[in-house]
């Protein structure tokens, strides 16, 4: 039995459950994650994780619906790089870099035959 076919859908829905916690633990408790926010920008802290979270939330549900597939991941990884180049250099930033990596490959697989993407496209014109 091959299973390398599993190996996109496994990663895209991995890193959309990653996504998608965080996003939505943004939203309702943004308060948790002002540690996180640089100081510079701590004024705005709250409206800022409340953005990112709605970003990761938004992303993340694309991601799983494989709906702009390479697109969202690839915005997913941009944005944890983004991140992870504000942590320094720590654990949390190493296991960041790896996640982000983990975007760009399926940024760079593309549509999976499990995504809504695969399905539009090997589907139009035929009739219902």
Known sequence: MEFREYAPI???????????????????????FLGYVP?????????????NGIFETVFGSLLLLGLFTRI??????????GIA???GYNDIAVRDIGLTLAAFSVALFGADRWTLDYHRKNHRGASP
């Not at 939203?27 to 948790?32: C, E, N, Q, V």
């Not at 100081?39 to 409340?50: F, K, S, V, Y």
Request: hydrophobic share 60%; charged share 10%; no cysteine.
């Open 72 to 81: 969202a991941a690839l915005l997913l990884g941009l944005h944890l790089l």
């Open 10 to 32: 496994v990663t895209r829905i991995g890193l959309s459950a990653v996504f998608l916690w965080f996003g939505i633990s943004q939203l309702a408790d943004p308060g948790y």
């Open 85 to 87: 180049g504000g942590l």
């Open 39 to 51: 100081d510079a920008l701590a004024a705005q802290g709250e409206t800022l994780l409340l953005a």
